[in-house]
């Protein structure tokens, strides 16, 4: 997600979504009575109430007064409130809902940026990127991308002619099947070459048909094929890669990813817990827990579940987590938001939400 502009001490951030992921992230960022301005379409009746009367869309710029914010499995994010600003013919507090995709922007102001909010804000934006190689091809044209936290970067490009020049040399006639396997050899050598100089975790192969899948038939190295996973795209060109970013394969993978890294740090922190009692159980868990050892300034880590978060909010309790992570983070502390909706932030979730790894066994630990 790109920070666009960001005044957080008046309370307003402007943002771009890159992904189908940092609308959930952004989400997770908007309360109710937040006020959200972005562009949107708004119907507009033509003829007055007669039964003839026709509707026209029109895209507007409003504010409006949140009263929700969810995603949908579309890979939209779905904000509903009420109008308190926009063009004048559009009543104040009329019920409208404004959509964002990846790529729109989004005006958010607060009255109060919580310690919550800012490292929801900080691991949205600064977070590790997934290691994740682009690819798209056809017969005898390949384009490969590495994947940026904005955007990607294009790596290199493969042509077929490279091939048939090659074969020719050799003395050997046209493309035929021996092209293509001169040609998707020297594709997996590149890709060999890539891995081996930096390490991905995911190759993404797109092509228009079925190229994507001969090529995947063709690769032996079961470390590259087993990184492999397929998407469809309407050209092998570079503009591809556009589309490739928006295509769900691409989405899942790195929702994938984020879900691998956020359970892996919530075992770290169970093993630990495991020891309790142990001379090297280090760890706390519950809000009482990890306040204590937070007021200690003992924590070197704290996971804390998007459900508990809300839960503190519909609580009135949001101000005493947000004084324990703000003490934890002046400690020196990393401060993890963990997804609910896996298997590690449910697990986080079975032992009150909220956890922390401590630099020394507590006393009452």
Not at 45 to 68: P, Y
Not at 113 to 130: D, M, N, P, S, V
Not at 280 to 296: I, K, P, R, T
Request: hydrophobic fraction near 35%.
């Amino acid at each position: 997600m790109r920070i666009l502009h960001s005044d957080l001490r008046n309370g307003e951030l402007v943002v771009s979504p890159d992904h189908a992921d940092d609308l959930w992230e952004l989400s997770t960022l908007i309360d109710p009575d937040d006020l959200v301005k972005g562009k949107t379409v708004r119907k507009i009746k033509l003829g007055g109430d007669s039964e003839r009367a026709g509707v026209a869309k029109r895209a507007v710029t409003l504010t409006i007064q949140v009263e929700k914010a969810e995603c949908t499995s579309s890979s939209e994010l779905r904000i509903s409130g009420w109008v308190v600003d926009g063009p004048e013919d559009i009543p104040r507090g009329a019920h409208h809902t404004i959509t964002v995709e990846p790529h729109d922007k989004l005006t958010l102001q607060k009255p109060v940026w919580t310690a919550i909010h800012q490292r929801k804000l900080e691991q949205a934006t600064q977070g590790e990127q997934a290691r994740v190689l682009l690819c798209v091809m056809d017969r005898d044209e390949a384009h490969v991308a590495r994947l940026k936290k904005r955007g990607y970067e294009v790596v290199f490009s493969l042509h077929g002619d490279v091939a048939k020049k090659r074969e020719e040399s050799r003395g050997e006639k046209g493309r035929g099947e021996k092209g293509e396997g001169t040609f998707y050899h020297d594709l997996l050598r590149s890709l060999q070459e890539l891995d081996s100089q930096s390490p991905v975790d995911m190759i993404i192969v797109a092509s228009p048909a079925f190229w994507k899948e001969d090529f995947k038939k063709s690769v032996k190295d079961d470390k590259i094929a087993k990184k492999m996973t397929l998407a469809t795209v309407s050209s092998s060109d570079r503009t591809a890669f556009n589309e490739l970013l928006k295509r769900q394969e691409v989405q899942t993978v790195l929702h994938q990813d984020r879900t691998s890294k956020e359970m892996a740090l919530v075992d770290s922190v169970m093993a630990e817990l495991g020891k309790r009692g142990e001379a090297g159980g280090n760890a706390v868990y519950g809000f009482l827990d990890v306040q204590h050892a937070s007021e200690a300034g003992a924590l070197r880590m704290v996971v804390v579940s998007d459900a508990f978060i809300k839960t503190a909010r519909e609580q009135k309790k949001d101000k005493a987590l947000d004084e324990v992570l703000r003490q934890a983070e002046a400690g020196r502390a990393e401060i993890h938001i963990i997804s609910s909706d896996h298997d590690g932030g449910r697990r986080l979730d079975g032992i009150g939400g909220i956890a922390g790894v401590t630099r020394y066994k507590l006393e009452n630990g």
